[in-house]
């Protein structure tokens, strides 16, 4: 009998050690759970960030780009409308000239107008190289701009790439732990079960071993007063039967006792199996 309780308590401490371990592996597993969502939320919001600048960066460089064309394509325009006005006035002062030359009493006026036409050209010439003036600086200082936003574009990219691959590994880990996961879970469904069987055992063991214990108690006390009936046996010798069977009784009560408390820890354990969730985490 001592050897069947010790066996009984080994298989429960066993079985309360074992669920512990597992309790623990799948608290430790949500709480790595957790620190990768937050760990992959704050790479999502830094790739979004990053995303973000490299995009803002590519718009100025196409705005610069596109600044800069307008500016060639005015400047070109400028260049050739002055040429044609150019030309134009070239080839009005030759026809001015050569009605002077048929006509010399207005040669006066015709001077006149062509001071007019050389000053207009100087003006525009002016102009014009106020215009190249301005168009070099603008086109200075969008090449500088365009120099600065370049390293910057480029570590950007570096970012976004390096973001890329570690949202990846965090997806691959995230994968990893939520088999894993699956795996403690049935392994927990599967020791609830064995578990919910070794308690039905034990407890129609336990009925079985009160039974006999019952008998050899109801025995005991038969041979007790057929003991006390007797009235040929001397004290000593009705004390030593007194004694062995006082010892007989304590060890069947502790033995009661013991069954009564693993009776009441089986118990406790079904209903806290019966109660207890099973710590369901989303994947």
Do not use: W
């Amino acid at each position: 009998m001592g050897a069947s309780r010790q066996g009984i308590g080994d298989g429960s401490n066993a079985e309360e050690s074992e669920l512990i371990l597992l309790r623990t592996r799948v608290n430790e597993f949500k709480e790595e759970q957790i620190e990768f969502k937050c760990l992959m939320k704050e790479q999502a919001e830094q790739l979004e960030d990053y995303r973000n600048k490299y995009i803002s960066a590519q718009q100025k460089v196409e705005e610069q780009n596109a600044l800069i064309e307008k500016l060639n394509m005015n400047n070109k325009r400028v260049e050739k409308q002055i040429n044609m006005e150019l030309k134009a006035i070239r080839a009005k002062f030759q026809e001015k000239l050569n009605e002077l030359l048929q006509y010399p009493r207005l040669l006066e006026n015709e001077q006149l107008k062509l001071s007019e036409a050389c000053k207009q050209k100087e003006d525009m010439e002016n102009k014009l190289m106020v215009v190249c003036k301005e168009l070099k600086l603008v086109k200075a200082k969008l090449d500088n701009t365009a120099q600065d936003c370049r390293p910057q574009l480029q570590k950007c990219r570096l970012d976004l790439e390096n973001a890329t691959r570690n949202y990846e590994d965090m997806q691959r880990q995230r994968d990893l732990f939520c088999e894993q996961l699956k795996v403690t879970r049935e392994d927990l469904d599967t020791l609830r079960s064995e578990s919910a069987k070794i308690i039905a055992r034990t407890k129609e063991r336990f009925e079985v071993i009160k039974e006999q214990m019952q008998e050899r108690m109801d025995r005991l006390e038969k041979d007790l007063a057929q003991c006390r009936a007797t009235a040929c046996l001397s004290v000593t010798d009705r004390e030593v039967v007194i004694r062995e069977m006082q010892g007989q009784l304590n060890t069947l009560s502790y033995s009661f006792d013991a069954a009564q408390k693993q009776i009441k820890t089986l118990r406790n354990h079904i209903a806290y199996m019966s109660n207890e969730n099973c710590f369901p985490v989303k994947c």
